[in-house]
Structure formats: structure tokens, C-alpha cells
């Protein structure tokens, strides 16, 4: 596991239990308690948790900073891969609307989606640059690509154009990334134009089906895109804090646990 996905697993801990301690996390991710105290410092420094003695507690910051398109794969990678493959028990059978937005895990699910599309006549939407060439070089032939400005950090295409188009379409299932899961404050991101289209799709699709590794549970970011009621589905890893999965199905959320 790099350092990066460890850290931000820890800050997950942090904020959904509120507290952790430095000999637990040093069992759970199998490091030395040198290593864990050097995580904490880093995260500290950047206003992710607070050190206390032996431990730290969740700071109640909202996070601004994005990692770039290939830190972000290489984050949680195989439990991304995981989540990806159960997404696929969620598509329409032959034929439907898909929307397909801009996250790391939904271009796993796209990669996944291009491998089996065989005899599959689905119409896809996809504001991702990434996964529209992917998708379209697979054969399927009903794919498109929102118009817009481009976010280069995260290969999105974001704006006034393809929100306008989103507000004339209608899906059956919309998979959804998110940077942060909260139960107060919903599904989160850094980008209010980014957050606006991945609101525009939950609005208009039948199904809503999060796609998010277990790091990201407990975070927040500055912009909330959908509350916990705007959600169907969420696909997780088995990493994600057992008391969180709880809330959230009490809450009438269909939580799976990808293995």
C-alpha cells in the first residue's frame, strides 16, 4: 500500500470514529507505530486530523485540494478494480441509458464495461474524456461525449454546454464518484462546476449508484452535490468502518461490500 492511500485511509478512520490511536493503526495497516506518527504529522500538517497524545482526532476542516487523474489510480487501486466489477450487476440488461461521470472508479467501471459489451445496446453519456475514447473504440456505438470545458487535473468535461444537454436526457442508471461520503453532508468534491454536472445526472436517472472505496468515507469536501437521500446504491470495499455501512442502510441505502 503506497503512504498516500494509507494516509488518506487513515483520515477516513479519523473522521468517521473520531478518533483513533497510534497502536491500533499500526496493527491494522501492519507498519511500525514510527510510520503511523509520521502519517499523523504529515495529515496534521495539512489540516486533515489534529495529533493528541498517542493518536488523533477528526478536524472539522472541509478539504480543497484534488489529486491529479494518475495519483487517483493509483490510490485504492485494487479496491477501485473490485468496486468496478460489482458495479456491473447494476447495468440494464440489453438496452438503456447509462450516465457515466468523471471519478478514477468510474473509469475502472468503463474499463470493465468496454470488456463486455458484446451484443449490448446501451446508450452511454459520459462527461470523461478518458472513457468516451474507450468506450467508443469498443465498439459500442452509442456513445457521447458531453460538450464543455475541459478540467485538464481531472479530464472532466464541466460547464453551461453540458449541463444544457444533461437537463434534455433522462437515464436508467447513473454511476457516480464522489471524493467524500459524509452523513450530513452527502457526496462531496473540490469543484462546484464538477459537482453541478454529477448533480445534473443523479437528477435525471432512475437508479443512483455511488461508486466509493472505503478512504473517502468519513471526508469532506468544500462543494455537496447529493445528500444521503439522493442515493440508491453504494459500492464499497470491505475496508469501509462497519459502523458507517450501518448508518447508511439505516438511512435505506443499499450498501455492497465488494470483496
Known amino acids: 500500500m503506497y ?25 491494522r495497516f501492519d507498519v511500525t507505530a514510527e510510520t503511523i506518527r509520521r502519517d499523523l504529522a504529515v495529515l496534521d500538517a ?15 476542516n472541509f478539504q480543497t485540494n484534488e489529486l491529479t487523474v494518475d495519483a487517483r489510480f493509483r490510490s ?11 458495479a456491473l450487476e447494476f447495468l440494464p440488461s440489453a438496452q438503456g441509458g447509462i450516465f457515466l461521470d468523471a ?16 451484443s449490448k445496446h ?3 453519456v459520459t462527461n470523461c474524456l478518458p472513457t468516451a475514447l474507450n468506450l467508443a473504440n469498443a465498439g459500442l456505438g452509442q456513445v457521447q461525449l458531453l460538450g464543455g470545458n475541459v478540467r485538464a487535473i481531472t479530464q472532466a468535461v464541466v460547464g453551461d454546454t453540458a449541463l444544457r444537454s444533461l437537463a ?15 452523513l450530513d453532508h452527502g457526496l462531496s468534491t473540490a469543484d462546484s462546476q464538477e459537482a453541478a454536472v454529477k448533480r445534473s445526472m443523479i437528477i435525471n436517472a ?10 473517502k468515507m468519513g471526508c469532506d469536501f468544500l462543494v455537496s452535490f447529493a445528500t444521503i437521500s439522493d442515493i440508491d446504491v453504494v459500492i464499497t470495499d470491505v475496508q469501509a468502518p462497519e459502523s458507517f455501512v450501518e448508518a447508511l442502510r439505516d438511512q435505506g441505502v443499499e450498501v455492497i461490500i465488494a470483496e
Open 3 to 27: 503512504a498516500e492511500e494509507r494516509r488518506r485511509q487513515i483520515a477516513s478512520l479519523t473522521a468517521v470514529e473520531g478518533r483513533v490511536n497510534v497502536t491500533s493503526l499500526a496493527a
Open 46 to 60: 495539512e489540516g486533515v486530523v489534529h495529533r493528541v497524545h498517542g493518536g488523533a482526532v477528526a478536524s472539522q
Open 76 to 86: 485504492a487501486s485494487h479496491a477501485k478494480h473490485a468496486i468496478a466489477k460489482a
Open 103 to 118: 471519478g478514477t472508479t468510474i473509469s475502472a467501471l468503463g474499463d470493465l464495461i468496454a470488456e463486455h459489451a458484446v
Open 122 to 124: 446501451w446508450s452511454i
Open 168 to 182: 434534455l436526457m433522462r437515464a436508467d442508471v447513473a454511476f457516480i464518484g464522489t471524493n467524500a461520503l459524509t
Open 206 to 215: 432512475r437508479k443512483v449508484v455511488v461508486l466509493c472505496d472505503a478512504s
